[in-house]
């Protein structure tokens, strides 16, 4: 079946610009992470959705990160004012059960 | 806090050699452990799962880790590496969110596998 999609793959913005990362999820999962994956680092957590419960957001880096979800659907990732530290892989994943998340390909952001 | 240290940023080894990557975690309450791996230009993707079960888990790949509470350990070994194991490999541990259940995924660094003729 059709897993996580991530779009755009890849990404270039001038800094200051403001970006929206979309991410559609596997259907049915209802569990929706946001990651951000630096040059050679691991993966950071962003924000976590989970059926219509209040979302997760202790990852979020500043209040110029934000994230929607309609309900078990898709998710947007917004970074407004981007920053060059903002460049990075940000991937997505869902899941169904709590411990088995499913990843995109991620979204390739470069600020320049 | 969750937390995963893996030893090593690059691991390097002959083909048909054994491949052990090493990933220590610190968890205050029973963890799920997980390996993931990432092949160039590609997402992550699931290797094994350790879910309070067997101490020994088998994984795709011919990949196989063995959760050890008494060393806070849950390594990643295969017996013979090939050339198609080139990646990177990450080690995660699920954190709990704020509800209480398992959620997000709290990863390593990563290492970064080469495997030469």
């Known amino acids: 079946g059709a897993g996580v999609s991530q779009s755009p793959s890849n990404k270039v913005t001038e800094k200051g610009k403001d970006v929206e990362l979309r991410c559609d999820p596997i259907?049915?999962?209802?569990?929706l992470y946001w990651y951000r994956q630096r040059l050679g680092q691991g993966l950071e957590f962003l924000i976590y959705?989970?059926?219509?419960?209040?979302?997760?957001k202790s990852g979020l880096p500043s209040d110029r990160f934000s994230a929607e979800r309609t309900g078990e659907s898709v998710s947007t990732l917004t970074i407004q004012r981007t920053q060059q530290e903002d460049s990075a892989v940000y991937l997505c994943?869902?899941?169904?059960?709590?411990?088995?998340?499913?990843f995109g390909p991620g979204t390739r952001l470069t600020v320049t | 806090a969750q937390s995963v240290t893996q030893l090593g940023s690059h691991v390097s080894v002959s083909e048909g050699a054994l491949v052990l990557l090493r990933c220590n975690y610190s968890?205050?309450?029973?963890?799920?452990l997980f390996w993931y791996v990432q092949y160039p230009n590609q997402g992550l993707q699931l290797l094994l799962k350790?879910?309070?079960?067997?101490?020994l888990v088998k994984g795709i790949n011919g990949f196989e880790a063995e959760f050890k509470k008494s060393e806070t350990s849950f390594h990643l070994t295969k017996p013979s590496a090939h050339m198609s194991d080139a990646a990177e490999y990450f080690c995660?541990?699920?954190?709990?969110?704020?509800?209480?259940?398992?959620?997000?995924?709290?990863f390593g660094a990563g290492t970064r596998l080469a495997v030469h003729p």
């Open positions: 959705f989970q059926g219509n419960s209040a979302p997760d």
């Open positions: 994943a869902s899941s169904l059960v709590p411990y088995e998340q499913y």
């Open positions: 968890s205050s309450v029973p963890p799920y």
């Open positions: 350790y879910t309070s079960a067997a101490t």
């Open positions: 259907s049915g999962h209802t569990a």
């Open positions: 995660a541990v699920s954190d709990l969110g704020l509800s209480g259940g398992y959620n997000k995924l709290i």
